[in-house]
């Protein structure tokens, strides 16, 4: 009988087709020799011999077996006493390798050789019978055989009688089981038995694996040390209360938080030493004050507002309240604006106050407008990942669509809802984002129109099976019941067309138009786009697209569509788009250029 309590190591590998694994050699001049003969390989159309031939395994074992080598580590000029030494070394090696899957018995036939090119070693492998579990004797006891955690990762498990015997799979049980205790409080956690009993005369094993949790200890004080903002907003950022149970993940999620607030320039986070006595596990958080004032700049292109220069100065500390400032700046042929913000943190950090002032100067094709506008908006942060903000804003904007002009003064009070979710901001494989507007305004109260207007709007990104592929789908719909719609300024009708909208035609440049032929806009869109992106390199990825829709009024869409396809280049602030789209319904027929960057979320 054998009894092993030590680590196996394992490599999963994908599944050969051929009934051998090989591995040239390499070192520094093994590394320069490979690369000579993959040109060679190229230009000669020969394979090029290999140092390390493993036969008569595949998959896993195979790649397990030359993970536990050594000998394929040497350059193929290596000293020749080296490679024997390494070479009578390899079988023993290859018994441990095998062992981790429960080959207890195999049979090994080495051969080395020597030719001129480089030397060559080709071990025949029998695994022989494999070992099966016979006594299974796998134990959780403590409150954490109530935890539905523990039982998900035991569920998990390829351990069971009758199966072939895996270390690997046996110190995975053992590990999340010892990974969940550390993060779900359980600091009393320990194997009261765990070995495994090997019979290879039999091939039969026994397992016993008996893991007591002990109690589950709660969240205690959380102690804070810092000088950056007040005791009452710094714990608002603690998602969880001193008697909830422990649970690492929470802490994280706290760190997540401060790093998003752009408060701070140092974050610790670390549990302490669990106190016995109460059960529970103190907290401690550190943090140093991070850079007050944050200047940016920069020079961006998009086809929508050609060139354009940006510049802000954002004060992100201006008191220990956690009380924000800034002025943005941008211009651009087609949109230019200054705005200045003031941000109130109303004691906690998923509620705030914003208050907004800006001009803004808009000049498409289709109409020209310039606007002061006056707002405040209570943002709040929901546990179910949407953003909802309740906003009141002052507008008062002078307007010229094809032949109406007028001055318009709007106060709307309205609300809207935000969800983004991704699994990455800059490079999303799964992703999604979300929002619903409604706004209006009525003039009994002080605007000079009566309006309500909702628009909605969504992006999916899925990634596919094949080699990163990705299907992106965006939509976006918006009615508007008016009292009067030559009242209504540009700014609050639809428009139709551009980067962001109807690729194949200009920024706005679709809608109802008047007699003249013009476009006014429309009181209603719906717009949709379909995508689905190939990557060809690292960073360089090819996009073919689908765009329709259109302003309109009434009930009767007439739908304009354009397609064509496009390259990715993920920069460092996200990808940049070059599209080239087709309009379908245009009458001159012409291709379109758009270009665009930003994050796809």
């Avoid at 039999?202 to 589950?216: C, K, M, N, P, Y």
């Avoid at 700049?297 to 998009?302: C, D, N, R």
Wanted: proline residues 5%; hydrophobic residues 40%.
């Amino acid at each position: 009988m054998n009894t092993l309590n030590s680590t196996h190591r394992d490599v999963a590998a994908a599944p050969q087709d051929r009934r051998s694994a090989r591995r040239p050699g390499h070192g520094a001049g093994g590394a320069f020799r490979t690369v000579v003969a993959g040109v060679a390989a190229l230009l000669c159309a020969a394979p090029a011999a290999a140092a390390v031939e493993v036969v008569g395994v595949d998959g896993a074992l195979a790649a397990n077996v030359l993970a536990y080598l050594s000998l394929d580590e040497e350059a193929c000029d290596a000293p020749r006493w080296r490679i024997e030494q390494q070479y009578r070394a390899a079988p023993g090696r290859i018994r441990e390798a095998l062992q981790a899957f429960g080959h207890y018995e195999p049979r090994i036939v080495p051969e080395l050789t020597f030719p001129e090119d480089c030397w060559h070693v080709v071990f025949t492998i029998d695994a022989g019978e494999p070992i099966l579990i016979r006594g299974f004797d796998v134990q959780l006891t403590g409150e954490a055989a109530s935890d539905e955690s523990f039982a998900a990762v035991s569920s998990q498990s390829a351990l069971r009688s009758g199966a072939i015997l895996s270390h690997a799979a046996y110190e995975r049980l053992k590990r999340g089981w010892s990974d969940l205790a550390r993060e779900r409080g359980y600091p009393d956690a320990r194997f009261i038995a765990n070995r495994i009993d090997v019979y290879p005369e039999q091939h039969v094993a026994d397992i016993v694996l008996q893991f007591d949790s002990g109690a589950r200890y709660a969240f205690g004080r959380t102690e804070f040390r810092q000088d950056v903002l007040t005791d009452r907003l710094a714990q608002s950022y603690v998602p969880f209360k001193a008697g909830e149970p422990y649970d690492g993940r929470r802490l994280t999620e706290l760190y997540v938080a401060l790093a998003d607030s752009g408060y701070f320039r140092n974050i610790d986070v670390r549990p302490l030493e669990a106190d016995p006595a109460t059960r529970t596990i103190p907290v401690e958080i550190a943090l140093t004050a991070g850079a007050r004032r944050q200047i940016s700049y920069g020079v961006g292109f998009s086809t929508d507002t050609g060139p354009r220069l940006r510049f802000g100065r954002n004060n992100r500390l201006f008191n220990d309240r956690g009380h924000q400032f800034g002025v943005n700046a941008q211009l651009s042929p087609v949109v230019s604006e200054v705005t200045a913000n003031y941000r109130l943190p109303l004691g906690r950090r998923s509620e705030w106050i914003n208050l907004d002032a800006g001009l803004e100067r808009d000049d498409t094709d289709t109409a020209e407008s310039n606007r002061l506008e006056l707002g405040a908006s209570r943002v709040l942060d929901r546990p179910s990942d949407w953003t909802r903000s309740v906003s009141l804003t002052l507008r008062i904007e002078d307007f010229t669509v094809a032949d109406q002009v007028g001055r318009s003064r709007l106060l709307m009070p309205g609300v809207d809802w935000t969800r983004i979710l991704t699994d990455n901001l800059l490079r999303p494989r799964h992703g999604s984002k979300m929002s619903l507007q409604v706004r209006g305004g009525h003039d009994d109260l002080g605007s000079d129109t009566t309006f309500v207007q909702t628009v909605a709007q969504g992006k999916w990104i899925w990634s596919l099976p094949r080699r990163g592929a990705r299907l992106i789908v965006r939509g976006q719909v918006g009615a508007t019941a008016k009292q009067s719609f030559e009242e209504l300024p540009a700014s609050v009708r639809f428009f139709a067309g551009g980067d962001k909208s109807v690729r194949g035609y200009e920024f706005e440049s679709l809608g109802p138009v008047d007699e003249n032929g013009e476009v006014i806009g429309g009181s209603r869109l719906a717009t949709g786009s379909f995508e689905f992106e190939k990557p060809l390199h690292e960073r360089w990825s090819l996009a073919l697209f689908v765009d329709s829709g259109n302003a309109f009024e009434g009930s009767r869409l007439d739908a304009k569509t354009g397609a064509g396809l496009g390259g990715r280049w993920q920069s460092p602030l996200g990808p940049i788009r070059i599209d080239v789209a087709h309009p379908f319904n245009d009458p001159t027929d012409s291709w379109r250029l758009h270009i665009s960057l930003g994050p796809d979320l």
